[in-house]
DNA sequence: CTGAAAGCGCTAACAG
DNA sequence: CTGTTAGCGCTTTCAG
């Protein structure tokens, strides 16, 4: 239908300019919207320019606007399937807004500040450190370098890093209230990595709820790290308390110790029962029906993305989303052994 | 120690060569391993750079090299967990190589072609394209335009994309052995997504090597999409014509669909045994122990950086790596219910 | 081995 | 509204 170019150099604004006899600025405006150009000017250039296949080159644009309109994204390993959707749903929110994502994945370990270097090479306009560590020389630093540095489901105590993240405490406290309806009088936690603020935030709001109800605790265990395993070796523990529920700090672990527990005899949850936090999509699988608490995601993306790009630089540099309690059978006493319908249990009952 | 910058404008090789009375060639060179200087004035050079804290900026050599050192890597949903691996590892060992990573994530329903001009707009070197679709002409379009793009675990039929996957022939005819040797004798499979190279050729593997051994095959299924649900679903019809093993085209759907067999009271493996295909992290948790082909991530990431940035423009542009058989419990007569030790079953029992 | 000059592709300030 | 001019930060001939 129309012709197409065939060579491999890449067109600049100069050919097109050249072709229909306009200047190279007039090109660039034709392409930015705020510029004031004549309508049907604009429209004989970008017609030209999608004739031609061409697109304003992007480095090019950056040199000058000291803007990449690309956003890094770090983080490290990616074990827990919560990380993989964060990511998913961080870079397409970064999309939307315009920008891209450049991923840093850091080995085990390894800390944000070795690669930061790199990431200041490419101009990037905002870093999202989604589940790494990063030290507070560093990110005064970054701060100093005028770019903007968000903390997702993090936060370092002692600096003004705008950071987004679900209430861990509310969510903790959500969970106590429920098991305690539910029944249970016997409570536990099973922790994760102790150097992690989602984990001592959901400890805290779990103890504290505990507190205020004048209920004592069950035990708890503190975990190396986050995973399956770690998950299981702590029910294994914690059984000795005697516990008739335990709090896991996220849902691979509790997806860990409901196995230990089944394996041992404790029927889930008339015996024990198990909450996890994060809602992963293992979680609904019917063979786990893992109750949790749900982090909105999606709003959590967003808030990330306006921190990071929006220049709302208004008074919130901490927000935090609620988190929504999800009961499945892993903690529902009163549904526990009831008849199961003919499809997969993705739908879950939610509290009134 | 040393003085440092608290200037927010960032630092130019200008500003390190008039601090040390030399042209903005020589720290240009300095920087360039392959240039040659004189050892002490590049000491001297590479010593002021960090003094300041200079490091090039990537953007402006970009402009001049026409290399961003940026490969582009583009995924669709990752809702199955096997590519949030594949995802990390790609990064990691493109950044090991000296590349960054740009991540595209695409919607469902969404597929390469729109993408694609953002992707020219940033100069990026290779494209990695992962668990998308494109479509041949604009695949063309790409090699027209002298960038490299890489299919993994997908091949594009017509078009000599170069591509990297795992041996999923040879790895079904595998599982059929493994299956048959365990004394199953009508075998079915639950197919994921008719449109995938993936799927197409587990099944092809799997039919071929039952006809090769006479063995007529028990029934199959196919599947709109490869989630849990579907692999529920799957299993639910299979039972219709009795199987006494299911090879599911891959981890998720096999999850799935035992969930569905135990609840129809159908005991795996004894009854129904039961393989996938990638090993996910979640295959090895006890609760599931599911047999699987494992693909060799690491070797898969290296051979697809190579295609896409090393310039051996070598013969090899199909790479297939074989899988390797994982047994467990899923489909281990021998084995089955026999003690379980102490310990969650990370580890497996491999084939002799 | 080093310096000078040119230019990658683009946008922004300044005139008209 | 449009053209001209001047760089953004870097590498790369080309001379010396």
């Known amino acids: 239908m129309r012709d197409r170019e065939r060579q491999s150099r890449s067109l600049t604004s100069h050919d097109v300019a050249s072709m229909l006899g306009v200047s190279r600025s007039m090109v660039s405006r034709a392409f930015n919207p705020a510029a004031s150009v004549a309508p049907e000017m604009r429209k004989r250039i970008i017609d030209a320019a999608t004739a031609l296949g061409y697109q304003p080159n992007a480095i090019g644009r950056s040199l000058?606007?000291?803007?990449?309109?690309?956003?890094?994204?770090?983080?490290?390993?990616?074990?827990?399937?919560?990380?993989?959707?964060?990511?998913?749903?961080?870079?397409?929110?970064?999309?939307?807004?315009?920008?891209?994502?450049?991923?840093?994945?850091?080995?085990?370990?390894?800390?944000?500040?070795?690669?930061?270097?790199?990431l200041l090479q490419y101009n990037v306009d905002a870093v999202v450190i989604v589940s790494a560590s990063i030290s507070s020389g560093v990110a005064t630093r970054w701060i100093d370098?005028?770019?903007?540095?968000?903390?997702?489901?993090?936060?370092?105590?002692?600096?003004?890093?705008?950071?987004?993240?679900?209430?861990?405490?509310?969510?903790?406290?959500?969970?106590?209230?429920h098991l305690v309806a539910q029944g249970c009088r016997r409570l536990a936690?099973?922790?994760?990595?102790?150097?992690?603020?989602?984990?001592?935030?959901?400890?805290?709001?779990?103890?504290?709820?505990?507190?205020?109800?004048?209920?004592?605790?069950?035990?708890?265990?503190?975990?190396?790290?986050?995973?399956?395993?770690?998950?299981?070796?702590?029910?294994?523990?914690?059984?000795?308390?005697?516990?008739?529920?335990?709090?896991?700090?996220?849902?691979?672990m509790a997806l860990g110790g409901m196995e230990a527990l089944r394996e041992r005899g404790a029927r889930v949850p008339e015996d024990i029962a198990v909450v996890g936090f994060d809602d992963i999509p293992a979680a609904a699988w019917r063979?786990?029906?893992?109750s949790t608490i749900r982090q909105p995601l999606d709003q959590m993306?967003?808030?990330a993305v306006d921190l990071a790009v929006q220049d709302n630089q208004g008074p919130e540099l901490k927000v935090i989303h609620p988190g929504t309690l999800v009961v499945?059978?892993?903690?529902?006493?009163?549904?526990?052994a009831?008849?199961?319908?003919?499809?997969?249990?993705e739908t879950s009952r939610m509290p009134v």
Chains 1, 2 share one sequence.
Request: with cysteine; proline share 5%.
């Open 145 to 177: 370098s005028g770019r903007r540095v968000v903390l997702f489901n993090r936060t370092l105590p002692g600096t003004p890093l705008p950071s987004v993240s679900c209430d861990n405490v509310g969510g903790a406290r959500q969970i106590v209230d």
């Open 287 to 290: 063979t786990n029906s893992l």
């Open 189 to 252: 936690f099973a922790a994760g990595r102790k150097d992690t603020s989602t984990n001592i935030e959901r400890e805290r709001g779990f103890l504290s709820r505990l507190a205020e109800i004048g209920m004592p605790f069950a035990g708890k265990t503190d975990g190396e790290h986050c995973t399956f395993n770690d998950g299981y070796k702590a029910a294994v523990h914690l059984l000795d308390h005697k516990p008739d529920a335990i709090f896991f700090a996220n849902d691979v």
């Open 64 to 118: 000058q606007t000291r803007s990449s309109k690309i956003v890094a994204l770090v983080l490290g390993t990616m074990e827990n399937p919560f990380y993989a959707q964060v990511l998913e749903r961080l870079s397409r929110e970064l999309q939307l807004a315009g920008f891209q994502s450049l991923l840093f994945s850091l080995s085990p370990g390894q800390d944000v500040d070795s690669q930061l270097p790199f």
């Open 328 to 336: 499945r059978d892993s903690s529902d006493k009163g549904h526990a």
């Open 338 to 345: 009831a008849g199961r319908g003919d499809a997969p249990a």
């Open 301 to 303: 993306a967003a808030s």
